[in-house]
């Protein structure tokens, strides 16, 4: 694998032989995978480790927790022995939530997802967000740091704003990643991957734009993910 990958593939499926093909075909150029919400309701735990016995790769576990803090430190407790790198909660859950997260699996990069990228302004202010959707990433940023987050997850737009009042410790994840040209699917605040390094990420999700080209071959992916690991170095 690619140690040094900024590239975090989302595996984005129900099928655990896709998943299992995704990353044969792109583990020399990728080294972190997001397992979310649909590939972990229908295969739970056996599954990622089925999954993690097939390559030598480091789990983005996206499960977006948001509870009370005693439920969301229970579900931590509950995965962390499953190892994963990073795991998500909403950073909306407060900070008594992320604290209790953080706390629960020392070891875990708990990684606080600040507005979703497919939230436009208009919608954060239909959910009832006093400011549009930088300001409130930039203020939910400063509170998960604050109670213990290890990681944010920002749009790129976000990402340069957040790096400053986060500071050079905490790993920023940003999705709405596409190639030039690529199709936005259903983000809507979306950079190139070379534009989301230069504004202060990390690490890249991306999915669809490498994932269907398995639908061409699995070399196909395999080049897609190798040029966009190129382009960034």
Not at 22 to 35: L, Q, R
Not at 135 to 141: N, R, Y
Request: hydrophobic content about 45%; charged content about 20%; proline content about 5%.
């Amino acid at each position: 694998m690619s140690a040094n990958s900024p590239i975090i593939l989302a595996l984005d499926t129900k099928d655990l032989d896709t998943a299992k093909s995704w990353i044969s075909a792109t583990n020399a150029s990728i080294s972190v995978y997001k397992v979310g919400l649909e590939f972990f309701l229908k295969f739970g735990a056996v599954g990622l480790r089925e999954l993690k016995s097939s390559g030598d790769f480091q789990v983005f576990l996206d499960l977006k927790l948001h509870d009370i803090p005693n439920t969301v430190a229970g579900a931590v407790a509950s995965v962390k022995d499953l190892g994963p790198k990073f795991l998500t909660v909403h950073a909306s859950g407060g900070s008594e939530m992320i604290r209790s997260a953080s706390d629960a699996a020392p070891e875990v990069s708990i990684t606080a997802v600040t507005i979703l990228t497919s939230l436009s302004d208009e919608n954060v202010s239909e959910i009832g967000f006093a400011k549009g959707a930088k300001e409130s990433a930039i203020k939910l940023a400063i509170l998960a740091k604050n109670s213990g987050a290890r990681s944010i997850v920002c749009s790129p737009f976000e990402a340069n704003e957040v790096r400053n009042v986060v500071g050079p410790e905490i790993e920023i994840i940003t999705p709405g990643v596409r190639p030039s040209g690529g199709d936005f699917g259903d983000q809507k605040r979306v950079m190139s991957p070379v534009e989301a390094i230069a504004a202060g990420a990390n690490y890249l999700v991306i999915g669809r734009p490498i994932t269907d080209l398995a639908k061409i071959s699995p070399s196909e992916m395999s080049d897609g993910a190798a040029r966009i690991l190129d382009s960034l170095k």
